[in-house]
Every structure is written in structure tokens, then in C-alpha cells.
């Protein structure tokens, strides 16, 4: 079994900061991708920015500029740090890995986060 941890969502001000946390734990032998989706009410879920096992990034164009991911690779964790937040980042916010499992050798899995929610308004 694998777990993801999601922490850091809340409510904040426009134009301010939060950071998110997804730490994995379980049956991984090593995870290839780490990335943040979101959804809104009404809205399909979204990528918001994924880091490859080799460091590459993306990041929606909407983000680019105010979010950085990055990933602590010794303690299978990724952050996401949000800046210069605004109204239209409310969303929930899900944590997604693509990892190779240890119990099922050359198998590749995603898993997903249970959420947790931003929320930007004055």
C-alpha cells in the first residue's frame, strides 16, 4: 500500500502565500513523477505543476511565474509554494505520484491524494 499526506491548504488574503505538502510512504521503489492538480466547483481537475524524477518541470501557464515545485527526493515529499495567490486559485488541491511499486517489480502505479483545500478571498 501507498500513502500520500497532503498538508498546508487553507484560506488566505489575495496576493498571499501557502505551501503545500504531499509526503509518500509504503511500497515504493522509486516515484517518476510528483505533481499538484486542483479542481474547482464545477470545473475539471486541472495540472497545476509536475516535477520529473530527473528534475523537468511543468507548469500550467495559468501558475507559471507565482508557483514552484520541487521535491525532496530522500523523503519522497513534494511542496508546492504558492505566491501572489489570487481568487481564481481556489480550488481543491490534490497531490498525484507515478511511482514503481516494491512489491510488483517493473510495475508502474499512480496514486492520489486525498486533497485539500485553498481557498483565496478578502
Known amino acids: 500500500q501507498v500513502q500520500l499526506v497532503e498538508s498546508g491548504g487553507g484560506l488566505v488574503q489575495p496576493g498571499g502565500s501557502l505551501r503545500l505538502s504531499c509526503a509518500a510512504s509504503?511500497?515504493?521503489?522509486?516515484?517518476?513523477?510528483m505533481g499538484w492538480y486542483r479542481q474547482a466547483p464545477g470545473k475539471q481537475r486541472e495540472l497545476v505543476a509536475r516535477?520529473?524524477?530527473?528534475?523537468?518541470?511543468d507548469y500550467a501557464d495559468s501558475v507559471k511565474g507565482r508557483f514552484t515545485i520541487t521535491r525532496d527526493s530522500a523523503k519522497n515529499t513534494v511542496y508546492l509554494q504558492m505566491n501572489s495567490l489570487k481568487p481564481e486559485d481556489t480550488a481543491v488541491y490534490y497531490c498525484?505520484?507515478?511511482?514503481?511499486?516494491?512489491?510488483?517489480?517493473?510495475?508502474?502505479?499512480?496514486?492520489w491524494g486525498q486533497g485539500t483545500q485553498v481557498t483565496v478571498s478578502s
Open positions: 516535477i520529473i524524477s530527473g528534475g523537468n518541470t
Open positions: 498525484n505520484i507515478v511511482y514503481y511499486s516494491s512489491n510488483y517489480i517493473g510495475r508502474r502505479f499512480d496514486r
Open positions: 509504503g511500497s515504493i521503489q522509486s516515484i517518476n513523477v
